[in-house]
């Protein structure tokens, strides 16, 4: 049975849906990191990395390679920095958007609608 779309792209955002992972995917986007490198980026256990890299290696987001006792992971495809770079954008936005309404209250003006983006 095949999985309708809707249905795969939730999962696709579930697995990306950890703060390690999303960190991760963040720092391979400045190109290919050693373990001990992202290690050294983020604070977590070295168990904990270790998982959270094999759920983006066994999802194809990212991809490995070993010399000697060195691993090094790297982002499997540019889309993954676009979409990181999408969300970015949008987070702007939605955070602009209230920082816009809290100086509005502040101030007590009428809080005017944001007018809509243009979706092209």
């Given at each position: 049975m095949q999985v309708p779309l809707y249905q795969a792209k939730a999962e696709f955002f579930?697995?990306?849906g950890h703060p390690v992972r999303i960190r991760v995917l963040e720092l391979l986007q400045a190109g290919p990191m050693p373990v001990r490198d992202l290690l050294a980026e983020i604070d977590v256990e070295a168990?904990?990395?270790s998982q959270q890299l094999a759920v983006l290696r066994?999802?194809?987001i990212v991809v490995s390679t070993r010399e000697g006792s060195t691993v090094t992971y790297a982002?499997?495809?540019g889309d993954v920095a676009d979409l990181l770079r999408?969300?970015?954008r949008i987070l702007t936005e939605m955070l602009a958007g209230?920082?816009?309404l809290l100086a509005e209250?502040?101030?007590g003006q009428p809080v005017a609608p944001a007018p809509d983006p243009v979706r092209t």
């Open positions: 579930r697995m990306l168990s904990n990395l066994r999802s194809g982002l499997a495809g999408a969300a970015r209230r920082n816009e209250l502040r101030q």
